[in-house]
C-alpha cells in the first residue's frame, strides 16, 4: 500500500512549482483586482453634461486617495475622496469624477504661484500584469488621461520612455529623446474631450473618449473585460502639482457586456399532404376523364353480362 501525501501538502508543493515555473520563466505573478464598479453599456448616447441626470442614476464607487510626497516641498500626509463611475457605448467610453473642494483654483495663464486643480485616471497599457503604481516601469508602462481645470485634458503615456530607441520612438510619434518620464502622446491621439464644472463646493467632471485603441502605448476598452485604475487628484489651493498629489490603489472596473441580439432562427417547414389535398389538387379534367372511363367500363361489362347465354 502506497502512503499518499497529506492534500495540505501538495497544496503547498504545488504553489511553489509553480512559482518557480514562473520565476524561472520570468512570468510575473499577478493578482487581479477584484472589480468593484460596473462600466454599464448604454444604448444611445453618452452626456457630456456633468449635470445630466443619466450620471445620478448610476452607482459610483468611492476612493480613498492618500499623500504621494516624492519631492520638495514636503506636504503633510492627508487623503482625499473621489467618487467614479463609467458607462460606454459601442463607440465612446465616458468617465464620471466627482470630489468636495474648498476653492476653484484653475490655470491662470503666464501665473507662477497659483496652481490647479486636477484630476487623473491611470490605466495599463498591457492587460497582462500591473504596472508599478507610479506611473509603470520600462517593461510595463502606463496611459493616463489627465484634466486640469478649467479645461485642459490630455492623453499621456509614462514608463516607456528609456526603454525605447530614438527609431522606435519616432514610429511612435513620440521625440528622439525623452524630455520626461511622462509624455504626452502625438496630436492624432489625443481625442479625448472633457467638461466640467464647480458648484457648491464640489468638482463635476466627465471625459469622454474611443473605445478602441488606435495606438500601442494607448488601452483599449473591450466588452466583457476588466479595467484597472488608479486615480490621482491635486488640490491647488495646497500647492499640489507634479509628484504633490493623492492617488489610490488599484481599482478594478468590469466592463458590462452588451445585450445579445435573438439570432435568427432557419426553420425548416415540412409539408404534410392529406388525402383530400390530393384530390383537391388534381384538375377537373384529370377527375372528368377518369369517372367518364369507369362508367364506360361498368356499363361494358354489363352489356357483356346480358348477351351471355342462359344455362338451361
Not at 28 to 39: C, I, K, M
Not at 104 to 124: H, N, R
Request: charged share 20%; aromatic share 8%; hydrophobic share 45%.
Amino acid at each position: 500500500m502506497v502512503d499518499r501525501a497529506p492534500p495540505a501538502l501538495v497544496i503547498i508543493v504545488s504553489v511553489f512549482v509553480v512559482a518557480g515555473l514562473a520565476t524561472l520563466l520570468d512570468t510575473p505573478l499577478v493578482t487581479a483586482q477584484t472589480p468593484e464598479l460596473v462600466v454599464r453599456y448604454v444604448n444611445g448616447s453618452l452626456p457630456l453634461d456633468p449635470r445630466a441626470d443619466f450620471w445620478e442614476g448610476l452607482d459610483k464607487m468611492e476612493a480613498t486617495l492618500g499623500s504621494q510626497s516624492i519631492v520638495y516641498p514636503l506636504t503633510p500626509q492627508s487623503t482625499a475622496t473621489l467618487r467614479i463611475t463609467a458607462a460606454y457605448n459601442l463607440s465612446h467610453i465616458a468617465f464620471y469624477v466627482e470630489w468636495e473642494d474648498p476653492s476653484m483654483d484653475v490655470e491662470v495663464p503666464g501665473g507662477t504661484d497659483v496652481f490647479a486643480d486636477a484630476v487623473a485616471i491611470q490605466l495599463p497599457v498591457s492587460e497582462g500584469s500591473l504596472p508599478y503604481i507610479c506611473m509603470g516601469t520600462v517593461s510595463d508602462p502606463v496611459y493616463i488621461v489627465y484634466w486640469k481645470a478649467p479645461e485642459t485634458v490630455e492623453a499621456l503615456v509614462a514608463g516607456s520612455g528609456y526603454g525605447l530607441s530614438p527609431e522606435e520612438r519616432e514610429a511612435l510619434g513620440l521625440s528622439k529623446t525623452p524630455k520626461s518620464p511622462i509624455e504626452k502622446l502625438p496630436e492624432s491621439e489625443q481625442d479625448w474631450v472633457a467638461s466640467a464644472i464647480y458648484e457648491g463646493g464640489m468638482w463635476r467632471l466627465v471625459m469622454v473618449r474611443e473605445t478602441g485603441s488606435t495606438h500601442p502605448l494607448e488601452t483599449g476598452i473591450r466588452p466583457g473585460g476588466e479595467l484597472s485604475i488608479v486615480l490621482a487628484r491635486w488640490e491647488g489651493s495646497q500647492y499640489e502639482r507634479g509628484g504633490l498629489k493623492k492617488i489610490s490603489g488599484w481599482l478594478g472596473l468590469k466592463v458590462e457586456e452588451p445585450p445579445v441580439a435573438p439570432e435568427a432562427v432557419t426553420e425548416t417547414v415540412t409539408e404534410t399532404v392529406t388525402v383530400e389535398e390530393v384530390v383537391e389538387r388534381v384538375p377537373y379534367s384529370v377527375v372528368f376523364v377518369a369517372g367518364l372511363a369507369l362508367i364506360v367500363a361498368a356499363a361494358t361489362i354489363y352489356v357483356m353480362l346480358r348477351r351471355r347465354p342462359s344455362s338451361a
